[in-house]
């Protein structure tokens, strides 16, 4: 059980540009989960899928922001058009089935010039 | 949605002393995690505990769910311990976890 996995640790990017973050979650874990955290805070649920699908998109911070698990395996979050205010640590997390302990990632931490 | 509160927002201490920390929340969960996050941003998972009580080494937790709190322990703290506590829960009917706040340790030698 190599835990979860998550690349590129660190980000630095220009206002206006697009990233795109991955994360490899628990093997055979069938829920991924996405969160943000800003300075001084607790994490914030983003959103998550259950195998392949997103079963929940609503709490994502804008349009700009969007998920995708094409396999079932790992993820991606991207942020189309970055901003100052997206500066924060993305963190991801996986667990077996609803409602078990979830397990996150090292993060991705990003910050926008 | 769901609130969580934790208290106190910073505690000092000096190593050797024991502490606890509270966890309130506002609804029934189906999930209750306990995190330390270390100065590099990591969440460790320190306990599972939607009810009842559990030991791990020095720390112990326990959650009252009729009640809706949880109270995690520290004993013989170790500056090692410093760090930001956080609970987390997962509400009825939802699935992303609601953080508190978190309670902020430090542990002076």
């Known amino acids: 059980d190599t835990g979860v996995s998550q690349d590129p640790r660190h980000k630095i990017t220009k206002r206006g540009q697009n990233v795109t973050f991955r994360c490899d979650p628990i093997s055979e874990h069938n829920r991924l989960y996405w969160y943000r955290q800003t300075l001084g805070q607790g994490p914030e649920f983003l959103t998550y899928?259950?195998?392949?699908?997103?079963?929940?998109k609503s709490r994502l911070l804008s349009d700009r922001f969007s998920a995708e698990r094409p396999k079932g395996s790992f993820s991606t979050l991207e942020i189309q058009r970055t901003e100052q205010g997206d500066s924060a640590m993305y963190l991801c997390?996986?667990?077996?089935?609803?409602?078990?302990?979830?397990?996150f990632g090292p993060g991705t931490r990003l910050t926008v010039l | 949605g769901i609130q969580v509160e934790q208290s106190p927002p910073d505690l000092i201490l000096q190593e050797g002393a024991n502490s606890t920390l509270r966890c309130n929340f506002s609804?029934?969960?189906?999930?209750l995690q306990w995190f330390h996050q270390n100065p590099w941003g990591q969440l460790i998972n320190l306990f599972y505990i939607p009810s009842g009580t559990k030991q791990n080494g020095r720390l112990s937790a326990t959650t009252v769910a009729t009640e809706r709190y949880s109270l995690l322990y520290i004993s013989s703290s170790q500056t090692t311990d410093s760090g930001v506590y956080f609970c987390a829960v997962v509400e009825r009917g939802a699935d992303g976890l609601t953080f508190g706040k978190g309670t902020h340790l430090i542990i002076q030698p």
């Open positions: 997390a996986s667990s077996l089935v609803h409602g078990d302990t979830q397990y």
């Open positions: 899928f259950q195998n392949e699908a997103q079963l929940e």
């Open positions: 609804d029934s969960v189906n999930n």
